[in-house]
């Protein structure tokens, strides 16, 4: 089969940071491609030059092989031109201008609860308008679909009564995980556990709780922290840095890093014995496959993770981490203290490392949409 992935931000190999959804596009291509399929990716070239710009003194953005820079209003008849069987795209963000597609399928990744995500982010005053707008772009993209697919099986209920809601509650749907290419573990060996915060900071995000459990092993030497700052090109308005985080970063058990790449970003990942990913509940923590940390699992790296979300279960099946209440010290200060036994810890690496090779393996990811493509297109 022909299939083109629409991807709804840059993706890795263009030499950018990269977020969620364009992880989400490239590690589908390389599932796909694995399976013998002819994979193209595209990316709208306008979020492109937005991203470069916030990178001075770049380079324009690399086009790596299989990846091609259009405007979202000539998807259409890329696709057509090029004799597509299949179109999937992230999210809703790009559907109302896609245009004619010809008998190419159209399948909606339902990858994120991104009207859920917006209810939290938005502005009081704006909240109400951007939500109603985002709506109407989700069910006309659903009601002009052929399939869709959920990251996660803990959506699957709320993508449901979306299909309803669009008049499409019969379309198909598979449960299509996110897709990393496994990455070995080689953390540092210098007698400390190097522990890891990733990800742009957010108004979920929760500093203080597991900082304080952290600390007395930061400053006893046994540890050492990684944050990586930074925000993204779209982001209206950063996420101030808290005076706790300001405040460790100020000493010598911690280091700051900048935005880099997604390769410098998961070699610096797999160095690291623990990743800490802890936030505040609400309506789309609940059915977040989050990224930040299936990128830790997929590098092998043991998580503490709070006990709510897609990835939850996961990481508990394979004692990969430690699954935390938001604002439980004990429970904290218990897993960074079995973070520096070393049978422990092995262990914890090795469910991580049998979670990405089971699960977010892009050749095992893929499989469910496959099988729904080919059952129609093939068939």
Same mark, same amino acid.
């Given at each position: 089969?022909?299939?083109?992935?629409?991807?709804?931000?840059?993706?890795?190999?263009?030499?950018?940071? $990269?977020?969620?959804?364009?992880?989400?596009?490239?590690?589908?291509?390389?599932?796909?491609?694995?399976?013998?399929?002819?994979?193209?990716?595209?990316?709208?070239?306008?979020?492109?030059?937005?991203?470069?710009?916030?990178?001075?003194?770049?380079?324009?953005?690399?086009?790596?092989?299989?990846?091609?820079?259009?405007?979202?209003?000539? $998807?259409?008849?890329?696709?057509?031109?090029?004799?597509?069987?299949?179109?999937?795209?992230?999210?809703?963000?790009?559907?109302?201008?896609?245009?004619?597609?010809?008998?190419?399928?159209?399948?909606?990744?339902?990858?994120?609860?991104?009207? =859920?995500?917006?209810?939290?982010?938005?502005?009081?005053?704006?909240?109400?308008?951007?939500?109603?707008?985002?709506?109407?772009?989700?069910?006309?993209?659903?009601?002009?679909?052929?399939?869709?697919?959920?990251?996660?099986?803990?959506?699957?209920?709320?993508?449901?009564?979306?299909?309803?809601?669009?008049?499409?509650?019969?379309?198909?749907?598979?449960?299509?995980?996110?897709?990393?290419?496994?990455?070995?573990?080689?953390?540092?060996?210098?007698?400390?556990?190097?522990?890891?915060?990733?990800?742009?900071?957010?108004?979920?995000?929760?500093?203080?709780?597991? =900082?304080?459990?952290?600390?007395?092993?930061?400053?006893?030497?046994?540890? $050492?922290?990684?944050?990586?700052?930074?925000?993204?090109?779209?982001?209206?308005?950063?996420?101030?840095?808290?005076?706790?985080?300001?405040?460790?970063?100020?000493?010598?058990?911690?280091?700051?890093?900048?935005?880099?790449?997604?390769?410098?970003?998961?070699?610096?990942?797999?160095?690291?014995?623990?990743?800490?990913?802890?936030?505040?509940?609400?309506?789309?923590?609940?059915?977040?496959?989050?990224?930040?940390?299936?990128?830790?699992?997929?590098?092998?790296?043991?998580?503490?993770?709070?006990?709510?979300?897609?990835?939850?279960?996961?990481?508990?099946?394979?004692?990969?981490?430690?699954?935390?209440?938001?604002?439980? =010290?004990?429970?904290?200060?218990?897993?960074?203290?079995?973070?520096?036994?070393?049978?422990?810890?092995?262990?914890?690496?090795?469910?991580?490392?049998? =979670?990405?090779?089971?699960?977010?393996?892009?050749? $095992?990811?893929?499989?469910?949409?496959?099988?729904?493509?080919?059952?129609?297109?093939?068939?």
């Amino acid at each position: 089969m022909k299939i083109t992935l629409l991807a709804n931000d840059v993706v890795p190999g263009m030499g950018l940071p $990269v977020a969620a959804p364009g992880m989400r596009a490239w590690g589908l291509a390389i599932g796909l491609r694995s399976a013998g399929h002819d994979v193209n990716v595209l990316v709208d070239e306008r979020v492109a030059m937005l991203a470069w710009r916030t990178r001075p003194r770049q380079m324009p953005p690399a086009t790596p092989r299989g990846v091609a820079l259009v405007r979202t209003a000539d $998807v259409g008849s890329w696709v057509r031109a090029h004799g597509s069987d299949a179109l999937v795209v992230t999210n809703s963000n790009h559907i109302g201008v896609l245009g004619d597609l010809g008998r190419c399928k159209l399948v909606y990744d339902f990858f994120a609860p991104k009207v =859920l995500e917006l209810a939290e982010q938005a502005m009081p005053e704006e909240r109400e308008e951007r939500v109603a707008r985002l709506t109407a772009s989700k069910l006309a993209g659903l009601a002009r679909s052929d399939y869709v697919i959920v990251n996660g099986e803990k959506k699957v209920p709320y993508v449901r009564d979306w299909l309803a809601r669009a008049g499409r509650a019969d379309m198909p749907l598979a449960v299509v995980n996110m897709a990393l290419p496994p990455m070995r573990p080689r953390p540092v060996q210098d007698g400390r556990i190097h522990a890891i915060v990733s990800g742009y900071l957010q108004p979920w995000s929760r500093i203080g709780p597991w =900082l304080s459990a952290m600390r007395p092993f930061l400053y006893d030497g046994s540890m $050492v922290l990684h944050v990586l700052l930074g925000s993204h090109w779209g982001q209206e308005e950063g996420v101030p840095l808290p005076r706790e985080l300001r405040e460790i970063l100020s000493t010598e058990a911690a280091t700051a890093h900048g935005a880099m790449t997604f390769d410098d970003f998961r070699t610096l990942m797999s160095r690291c014995h623990v990743n800490v990913d802890v936030f505040e509940r609400n309506d789309e923590r609940e059915l977040a496959m989050v990224t930040r940390s299936v990128t830790a699992l997929s590098c092998g790296v043991p998580t503490v993770h709070v006990p709510f979300t897609e990835v939850s279960p996961l990481i508990e099946r394979y004692d990969a981490g430690w699954l935390v209440e938001e604002d439980d =010290l004990g429970q904290m200060t218990t897993a960074f203290q079995q973070s520096l036994d070393p049978e422990i810890l092995a262990g914890k690496r090795a469910g991580a490392e049998r =979670l990405a090779a089971e699960v977010f393996d892009p050749t $095992v990811a893929v499989v469910p949409l496959l099988k729904m493509l080919e059952g129609d297109i093939d068939g």
